[in-house]
Protein backbone atom coordinates (compact mmCIF):
# COMPACT_ATOMS: atom_id res chain seq x y z
CA UNK A 1 0.00 0.00 0.00
CA UNK A 2 1.58 3.58 -0.53
CA UNK A 3 0.27 5.52 2.14
CA UNK A 4 -0.31 9.08 2.53
CA UNK A 5 2.70 11.80 3.17
CA UNK A 6 0.16 14.24 5.11
CA UNK A 7 0.19 16.68 8.24
CA UNK A 8 -2.43 18.96 9.00
CA UNK A 9 -2.20 22.65 7.85
CA UNK A 10 0.15 21.76 4.92
CA UNK A 11 1.15 24.49 2.12
CA UNK A 12 0.62 22.34 -1.01
CA UNK A 13 -1.12 18.77 -0.47
CA UNK A 14 -0.52 17.18 -3.65
CA UNK A 15 -2.90 14.45 -4.69
CA UNK A 16 -1.61 12.08 -7.61
CA UNK A 17 -4.85 10.18 -9.68
CA UNK A 18 -3.61 6.68 -8.17
CA UNK A 19 -0.60 4.61 -6.67
CA UNK A 20 1.05 2.66 -10.18
CA UNK A 21 2.34 -0.74 -9.92
CA UNK A 22 5.76 0.27 -9.46
CA UNK A 23 4.27 2.70 -6.63
CA UNK A 24 2.27 0.12 -4.79
CA UNK A 25 5.41 -2.57 -5.12
CA UNK A 26 7.88 0.29 -3.22
CA UNK A 27 5.28 2.27 -1.24
CA UNK A 28 6.44 5.26 -2.65
CA UNK A 29 4.69 7.68 -4.65
CA UNK A 30 5.37 8.43 -8.16
CA UNK A 31 8.23 5.52 -7.89
CA UNK A 32 8.19 4.86 -11.73
CA UNK A 33 11.30 6.30 -13.28
CA UNK A 34 9.93 8.01 -16.50
CA UNK A 35 7.37 9.72 -13.73
CA UNK A 36 7.88 13.64 -13.96
CA UNK A 37 6.68 14.69 -10.00
CA UNK A 38 10.45 14.57 -8.50
CA UNK A 39 11.99 16.56 -10.86
CA UNK A 40 9.35 19.06 -11.84
CA UNK A 41 9.22 20.02 -8.06
CA UNK A 42 12.68 20.53 -8.15
CA UNK A 43 12.67 23.00 -11.65
CA UNK A 44 9.41 24.81 -10.45
CA UNK A 45 11.48 25.75 -7.16
CA UNK A 46 9.16 23.67 -4.40
CA UNK A 47 12.27 22.06 -3.09
CA UNK A 48 16.02 23.08 -3.34
CA UNK A 49 16.94 19.48 -4.98
CA UNK A 50 15.55 16.45 -6.89
CA UNK A 51 13.96 14.10 -4.25
CA UNK A 52 14.00 10.46 -4.89
CA UNK A 53 10.46 8.60 -4.31
CA UNK A 54 11.97 7.10 -1.25
CA UNK A 55 12.60 10.41 0.32
CA UNK A 56 8.70 11.50 -0.20
CA UNK A 57 8.51 12.21 3.53
CA UNK A 58 11.04 14.70 3.59
CA UNK A 59 8.48 17.03 1.63
CA UNK A 60 6.87 17.84 5.29
CA UNK A 61 9.75 19.62 6.05
CA UNK A 62 8.91 21.92 3.32
CA UNK A 63 5.15 22.00 4.01
CA UNK A 64 4.53 19.94 1.01
CA UNK A 65 1.94 16.34 1.05
CA UNK A 66 1.28 13.76 -1.37
CA UNK A 67 -1.92 11.55 -1.35
CA UNK A 68 -4.34 9.94 -4.33
CA UNK A 69 -7.97 10.37 -5.58
CA UNK A 70 -7.88 6.58 -5.73
CA UNK A 71 -6.39 4.24 -3.14
CA UNK A 72 -6.29 1.57 -5.55
CA UNK A 73 -3.10 0.92 -7.93
CA UNK A 74 -3.24 -0.11 -11.29
CA UNK A 75 -0.77 -0.01 -14.28
CA UNK A 76 -3.03 2.96 -15.78
CA UNK A 77 -5.32 5.46 -14.82
CA UNK A 78 -7.59 4.22 -17.63
CA UNK A 79 -8.14 1.09 -15.30
CA UNK A 80 -10.21 2.88 -12.95
CA UNK A 81 -14.14 3.23 -12.77
CA UNK A 82 -15.85 6.49 -12.94
CA UNK A 83 -17.40 5.69 -9.82
CA UNK A 84 -14.29 5.05 -8.26
CA UNK A 85 -13.34 8.60 -9.18
CA UNK A 86 -16.30 10.07 -7.62
CA UNK A 87 -15.87 8.05 -4.26
CA UNK A 88 -12.38 9.50 -4.23
CA UNK A 89 -13.19 12.50 -4.76
CA UNK A 90 -15.49 12.32 -1.54
CA UNK A 91 -12.55 10.39 0.82
CA UNK A 92 -10.29 13.49 -0.59
CA UNK A 93 -13.03 16.19 0.17
CA UNK A 94 -13.02 14.66 3.82
CA UNK A 95 -9.69 14.51 3.72
CA UNK A 96 -8.61 17.88 2.99
CA UNK A 97 -11.35 19.50 5.53
CA UNK A 98 -9.46 17.71 8.07
CA UNK A 99 -5.97 18.75 7.34
CA UNK A 100 -6.90 22.49 6.17
CA UNK A 101 -3.99 22.83 3.58
CA UNK A 102 -3.93 26.06 2.01
CA UNK A 103 -4.08 24.77 -1.76
CA UNK A 104 -5.02 20.80 -3.17
CA UNK A 105 -2.65 20.69 -6.06
CA UNK A 106 -4.57 17.88 -7.98
CA UNK A 107 -1.84 16.02 -10.66
CA UNK A 108 -4.37 14.98 -13.74
CA UNK A 109 -7.23 17.17 -14.72
CA UNK A 110 -9.07 14.27 -16.42
CA UNK A 111 -9.12 12.86 -12.93
CA UNK A 112 -10.42 16.15 -11.44
CA UNK A 113 -13.13 16.32 -13.79
CA UNK A 114 -14.46 12.97 -12.79
CA UNK A 115 -13.85 13.51 -9.01
CA UNK A 116 -15.31 17.03 -8.46
CA UNK A 117 -17.79 16.18 -11.43
CA UNK A 118 -16.21 19.61 -13.48
CA UNK A 119 -16.53 18.91 -16.76
CA UNK A 120 -15.08 21.93 -18.29
CA UNK A 121 -12.10 22.64 -15.56
CA UNK A 122 -9.06 23.01 -17.04
CA UNK A 123 -5.18 23.14 -16.00
CA UNK A 124 -4.64 26.00 -13.31
CA UNK A 125 -6.52 27.79 -10.42
CA UNK A 126 -10.03 26.60 -9.84
CA UNK A 127 -13.69 28.81 -8.47
CA UNK A 128 -14.03 25.77 -5.91
CA UNK A 129 -12.59 25.46 -3.05
CA UNK A 130 -12.79 22.82 -0.15
CA UNK A 131 -13.84 24.89 3.11
CA UNK A 132 -10.89 27.60 2.87
CA UNK A 133 -8.91 25.23 0.61
CA UNK A 134 -8.17 26.18 -2.97
CA UNK A 135 -7.28 24.49 -6.25
CA UNK A 136 -5.24 24.19 -8.33
CA UNK A 137 -5.41 21.41 -11.00
CA UNK A 138 -1.51 20.70 -13.08
CA UNK A 139 -0.63 18.15 -15.49
CA UNK A 140 -0.31 14.49 -14.99
CA UNK A 141 3.36 14.39 -14.57
CA UNK A 142 3.49 10.76 -15.94
CA UNK A 143 5.51 9.93 -18.69
CA UNK A 144 3.00 8.72 -21.14
CA UNK A 145 1.51 12.51 -20.78
CA UNK A 146 3.93 13.59 -23.64
CA UNK A 147 2.17 16.65 -24.93
CA UNK A 148 3.60 18.54 -21.51
CA UNK A 149 7.11 18.32 -21.50
CA UNK A 150 9.08 19.26 -18.90
CA UNK A 151 9.44 22.78 -19.41
CA UNK A 152 6.50 23.75 -19.79
CA UNK A 153 5.30 21.28 -17.33
CA UNK A 154 7.18 23.24 -14.56
CA UNK A 155 6.29 26.41 -15.75
CA UNK A 156 2.76 25.47 -14.19
CA UNK A 157 3.97 23.84 -10.98
CA UNK A 158 6.03 27.27 -10.88
CA UNK A 159 2.66 29.06 -11.61
CA UNK A 160 0.87 27.20 -8.38
CA UNK A 161 4.61 27.62 -6.42
CA UNK A 162 4.34 31.57 -6.70
CA UNK A 163 0.37 31.74 -6.20
CA UNK A 164 1.51 29.32 -2.67
CA UNK A 165 4.39 31.26 -1.87
CA UNK A 166 5.90 27.85 -0.82
CA UNK A 167 9.89 28.20 -1.71
CA UNK A 168 11.95 24.90 -0.92
Not at 20 to 26: D, K, N, R, Y
Not at 109 to 116: C, E, G, K, L, P
Request: hydrophobic share 40%.
Amino acid sequence: MVGDVIAPDLKVLFCGINPGLLSEATGHHFARPGNRFWPVLQLSGFTPRRLAPAEQEELLSYGLGITNVVARPSAKASELSDEEFREGGVVLTEKVLRLRPRWLAVVGVTAYRVAFDDKHARIGRQERTIGDTRIWVLPNPSGLNAHWPLPKMAEEFERLRAATGAEG
